[in-house]
C-alpha cells in the first residue's frame, strides 16, 4: 500500500457521486483536512477481518471485494464496491470482513473517530451515508438473488450488474467496462465451475450479445438480448 498526497474533493472526480456530494464547499474543505489518498496494488487486503476499526474510506477507482473465509481457508464473496462506494464499518470497534482489491485503486482514506466527528456536525452527510449503504445492501441482494438460477442466467446477471456500476447515469448501463473479477473469482461467488463460466462467456460473445476485448474488457452489442437471459 502506498500513502499518496492529502486530499482535493474540488477536484476529485467523484465529487458529484461520493457521499460528501452533498456537503457545501466548506464542508469539504473541512473533512478533506482529515483524510488522504490510499493506493492499494490488486490482490492486497485493505481491511481484515478482527482489525482494529481505526479508518474508513470512499473508493476513488478501482474495484474492492469484501469476503469472509471459512475454517477450511475457503474464500467466500460477500458483495462488491465500485468507484463511490463507502468502506469501513463505523460505531465499530473492529473489522467484521476482510476487504481485498480486485484490481488496482485508490481511496479516500479517513480516521474513523473523526469522520464519525463529522457526521454528527454534517447531518446531510449521514444521511447520504443512509442511502449509499441501503443502496449497497440492495446490490447485494442482487448479488444473492443471482445464486441458484441457471448458470446462463446468473452469469449475464451478473455481467449486467457490472455494466450498471460503470455506468455514470442512473437511467443507463456502460456499454462498456472491465471485468472486475477474474472468472474464478465469478466461478466463486455464483456457485458453478470456472469452466462453466468461460464457456458461457464465450458463448455470449460467439452470439453477439457481448464482445470481449483483451483480458477483461466487455462491450454490451445486445442489451436486450442480455437481459432476457436472466428471466
Known amino acids: 500500500m502506498k500513502n499518496n498526497s492529502s486530499l482535493s474533493c ?49 473508493l476513488t477507482s478501482g474495484a474492492l471485494k469484501i469476503s469472509s473465509f471459512d475454517s477450511d481457508g475457503n474464500e467466500h464473496i460477500l458483495s462488491l464496491v465500485h468507484p463511490a462506494g463507502f468502506v469501513g464499518e463505523l460505531f465499530a470497534p473492529s473489522a467484521h470482513h476482510h476487504i481485498i482489491a480486485l484490481t488496482d485503486s485508490q481511496l479516500c482514506i479517513f480516521d474513523r473517530k473523526r469522520y464519525e466527528e463529522a457526521i454528527e456536525r454534517f447531518p446531510a452527510l ?18 444473492i ?67 470481449l476485448e483483451g483480458n477483461r474488457g466487455v462491450k454490451i452489442c445486445d442489451q436486450i438480448a442480455l437481459e432476457g437471459l436472466t428471466i
Open 10 to 58: 474540488e477536484t476529485c472526480p467523484l465529487k458529484d457521486r461520493a457521499a460528501c456530494k452533498v456537503l457545501k464547499q466548506e464542508e469539504r474543505a473541512q473533512l478533506s483536512k482529515i483524510g488522504h489518498h490510499l493506493t492499494v496494488k490488486r490482490g492486497e487486503t485493505v481491511f481484515s477481518a478482527g482489525d482494529n476499526n481505526d479508518i474508513s474510506a470512499t
Open 126 to 143: 449521514a444521511i447520504a451515508l443512509l442511502q449509499r449503504t441501503s443502496d449497497e445492501l440492495h446490490q447485494s441482494r442482487n448479488l
Open 145 to 211: 438473488e443471482l445464486i441458484g438460477q441457471s448458470a446462463s442466467a446468473s452469469i449475464s446477471g451478473l455481467l449486467l450488474e457490472f455494466a450498471r456500476a460503470a455506468s455514470h447515469s442512473p437511467c443507463h448501463i456502460a456499454d462498456y467496462f472491465e471485468l472486475p473479477l477474474s472468472r474464478g473469482d465469478i466461478a466463486n461467488l455464483l456457485g458453478v465451475k470456472i469452466e462453466t463460466v468461460s464457456r458461457i462467456i464465450r458463448k455470449f460473445d460467439r452470439d453477439g450479445i457481448i464482445k
